[in-house]
């Protein structure tokens, strides 16, 4: 048996099959459903072709995008690096001729 940690909380239990493929034990089939909504910014992030976080909050506090307001602690706020994102931000060596 295998045990994920999550800082020395055990998180997730299973057994180690053939060829490194594990089989996890789900306690209930709800735990596989649960997941976060994007919040207002990550929408504009999405929005605007994935635009640099940083960059988006300029905006807005310059007012260059009609109709969207947030609180200086939504602006504030740290937000999640996107699994996409870093895929196209990563790079991979070309192809011998």
Same mark, same amino acid.
């Given at each position: 048996?295998?045990?994920i940690l999550s800082r020395e909380?055990?998180?997730l239990?299973?057994?180690k099959g053939k060829g490194c493929l594990y089989s996890l034990d789900v306690p209930n089939e709800s735990a596989l459903l649960a997941s976060s909504l994007p919040s207002m910014l990550e929408n504009l992030h999405? #929005?605007?072709g994935h635009m640099n976080y940083s960059a988006l909050v300029l905006?807005?506090?310059e007012e260059l995008i009609e109709g969207i307001r947030f609180s200086e602690a939504e602006l504030? #706020?740290?937000l999640p690096p996107g699994k996409p994102c870093a895929e196209g931000k990563s790079?991979?060596?070309s192809f011998p001729c």
């Open positions: 048996m295998s045990d909380k055990v998180v239990t299973g057994l999405f #929005a605007f905006m807005i506090k504030k #706020a740290t790079h991979c060596t």
